[in-house]
């Protein structure tokens, strides 16, 4: 992974082989990033995604293996209990162009990742929610 800081946007380029969770960690820890957010397009190899079951207050995912398409992801950089935390989301497609989509929570590049962070000038953290089950913004 390299990156390039200009201001408050941060450009990222993920390589292959690399897991973008971790990257993007890696990237908020050595910038001391407190509340973020994230784009990126790419190509990935693995990914994990799921969804929320809101009645359940449990999260469902599920692991792809193969040749995918990272047609968008984005989401959140905050913090809670002093540690970086990630809200990310992204849709996929395999090689027929179908679609899959929802809550990321692993990828590994194939090809490349580019991705743009935009620092946000303040801090904002993370409360666990009994009534939805998540951790969610804490003002």
Same mark, same amino acid.
């Given at each position: 992974?390299?990156?390039?800081?200009?201001?408050?946007?941060?450009?990222?380029?993920?390589?292959?082989?690399?897991?973008?969770?971790? &990257?993007?960690? !890696? *990237?908020?820890?050595?910038?001391? *990033?407190? %509340?973020?957010?994230?784009?990126?397009?790419?190509?990935?190899?693995?990914? %994990?995604?799921?969804?929320?079951?809101? =009645?359940?207050?449990?999260?469902?995912?599920?692991? =792809?293996?193969?040749? =995918? &398409?990272?047609?968008?992801?984005? @989401? %959140?950089?905050?913090?809670?209990?002093?540690?970086? =935390?990630?809200?990310?989301?992204?849709?996929?497609?395999?090689?027929?162009?179908?679609?899959?989509?929802?809550?990321?929570?692993?990828?590994?590049?194939?090809? !490349?990742?580019?991705?743009?962070?935009?620092?946000?000038? @303040?801090?904002?953290?993370?409360?666990?929610?009994?009534?939805?089950?998540?951790?969610?913004?804490?003002?």
């Amino acid at each position: 992974m390299e990156y390039r800081r200009f201001g408050d946007k941060i450009v990222a380029r993920i390589d292959r082989g690399e897991e973008i969770m971790s &990257e993007i960690k !890696t *990237i908020a820890q050595k910038e001391s *990033i407190a %509340t973020a957010s994230v784009n990126a397009l790419g190509a990935l190899s693995e990914v %994990t995604i799921g969804y929320i079951n809101v =009645y359940e207050k449990q999260y469902h995912s599920k692991d =792809y293996s193969g040749i =995918y &398409e990272m047609a968008g992801l984005h @989401g %959140t950089i905050s913090s809670m209990d002093g540690e970086v =935390y990630l809200h990310i989301h992204c849709t996929v497609s395999d090689e027929q162009n179908n679609a899959l989509g929802g809550h990321m929570t692993r990828a590994v590049v194939s090809a !490349t990742c580019e991705m743009v962070i935009d620092v946000i000038d @303040g801090v904002v953290g993370r409360k666990f929610n009994d009534d939805v089950g998540l951790n969610l913004f804490d003002f």
